[in-house]
């Protein structure tokens, strides 16, 4: 049951805090991957804990679970709205959660890329992508197969770069997981 | 027929896509059903999306009612199906394939590398909600209420995007 996008937070909470399924870094190393695959963050997450619990009978459940609830609201909402898009109190109110969805928007983008904001090859590559995609309309499909490469090389092994070490430091596990207490 | 295929063939193409989560398609789940297949308006588009926002769960569980909307019942189906389905057996696969991957030293360099490229993906998805209902003063106050009141601290913003809806329906 969560609005507004927080589902990791919550699966945190219940995974790790309360069933006690799996320690934090166990959590984590799954919201690595699920961070680096294509696809929606919880959905990924509910794949890979159920995986790693129950098999693909476990991934498979968790699915389900994961999108279930919120499919069946949806579509009792996306039917109510056929039967009542010219009415224009319906209309403002949508419009509404779209400006808001847009402050909602920003400031997890802000928090998820909040290292990458503050480095300057990061802060190329993030203009980079959304020049190339927002202003310039290149097809997404090349922009991953342009700029991924790319953005891969810079932080290819061996680079004599400090941040390329971060990721092993105690600190940084530390520093993620403040993001997931939001 | 065809829609139905289409309708598979751009979402699946879209589920593929989606590094950096739901937003980071937006614009170009925007494109296709507007522009190129002349599904939707705009308009249709962003009240969809809204409709996501209000549901628990993922927001972009909003692709059913596009499908729905396009091609009924079988068009949520097709829909869900394809947008869905082949990012879970991809995470299935290298789920099991990224153990082994633990010594390899480029593992970290693409998990670094893709990160920002993600950030601005889901700038240019933010940025093509915002072009769809930035619209006036109010709508644009309406944005920033939010965003101020995230960083300030900890709200349930599903409460508050219901919040900004109504805020609107009294301001215009």
């Known amino acids: 049951m969560s609005f507004g996008g927080g589902a990791v937070a919550y699966l945190r909470e219940y995974l790790v805090r309360e069933e006690g399924w799996l320690d934090d870094e166990g959590f984590l190393g799954a919201m690595e991957i699920s961070e680096t695959l294509p696809g929606l963050n919880a959905v990924n997450m509910a794949i890979i804990m159920g995986d790693n619990l129950r098999g693909i009978?476990?991934?498979?459940?968790?699915?389900?679970?994961?999108?279930?609830?919120?499919?069946?609201?949806?579509?009792?909402?996306?039917?109510?709205?056929?039967?009542?898009?010219?009415?224009?109190?319906?209309?403002?109110?949508?419009?509404?959660?779209?400006?808001?969805?847009?402050?909602?928007?920003s400031a997890v983008t802000l928090q998820i890329g909040r290292r990458q904001f503050r480095q300057l090859p990061d802060i190329a590559i993030i203009a980079v992508t959304f020049l190339a995609v927002s202003f310039l309309k290149v097809p997404l499909f090349a922009v991953l197969l342009g700029v991924g490469p790319i953005s891969v090389w810079l932080y290819r092994p061996h680079v004599s770069e400090p941040r390329a070490q971060d990721e092993h430091l105690p600190f940084h596990r530390g520093a993620r997981h403040h993001l997931f207490r939001h | 027929m065809t829609r139905l295929i289409h309708l598979f063939l751009v979402f699946s193409l879209l589920s593929v896509l989606a590094v950096g989560g739901g937003t980071a398609v937006l614009p170009e789940m925007q494109h296709m059903t507007v522009h190129t297949f002349h599904w939707l308006t705009d308009a249709q588009f962003r009240n969809i999306y809204s409709l996501g926002q209000v549901?628990?769960?993922?927001?972009?569980?909003?692709?059913?009612?596009?499908?729905?909307?396009?091609?009924?019942?079988?068009?949520?189906v097709v829909v869900g199906i394809a947008f869905f389905l082949p990012d879970?057996?991809?995470?299935?696969?290298?789920?099991?394939?990224?153990?082994?991957?633990?010594?390899?030293?480029?593992?970290?360099s693409i998990q670094r590398g893709l990160a920002p490229v993600a950030i601005g993906l889901m700038t240019s998805g933010t940025y093509a909600i915002a072009r769809l209902s930035i619209i006036n003063v109010q709508t644009l106050g309406i944005a920033l209420?939010?965003?101020?009141?995230?960083?300030?601290?900890?709200?349930?913003?599903?409460?508050?995007?219901?919040?900004?809806?109504?805020?609107?329906?009294?301001l215009s």
């Open chain 1, 57 to 105: 009978a476990g991934a498979a459940v968790s699915v389900v679970g994961m999108l279930l609830p919120g499919s069946v609201v949806v579509m009792v909402l996306g039917i109510l709205y056929q039967s009542n898009h010219s009415n224009p109190d319906v209309k403002r109110f949508l419009l509404g959660i779209a400006a808001a969805a847009v402050g909602l928007l």
């Open chain 2, 55 to 76: 549901a628990p769960g993922p927001n972009m569980l909003m692709v059913l009612v596009i499908g729905y909307q396009l091609a009924g019942w079988a068009g949520m």
């Open chain 2, 88 to 108: 879970c057996i991809i995470t299935l696969f290298v789920n099991r394939w990224w153990v082994h991957l633990g010594g390899w030293p480029w593992r970290t």
């Open chain 2, 145 to 170: 209420v939010v965003f101020g009141i995230l960083l300030w601290r900890h709200v349930n913003p599903g409460v508050l995007v219901l919040l900004g809806g109504a805020a609107y329906v009294l």
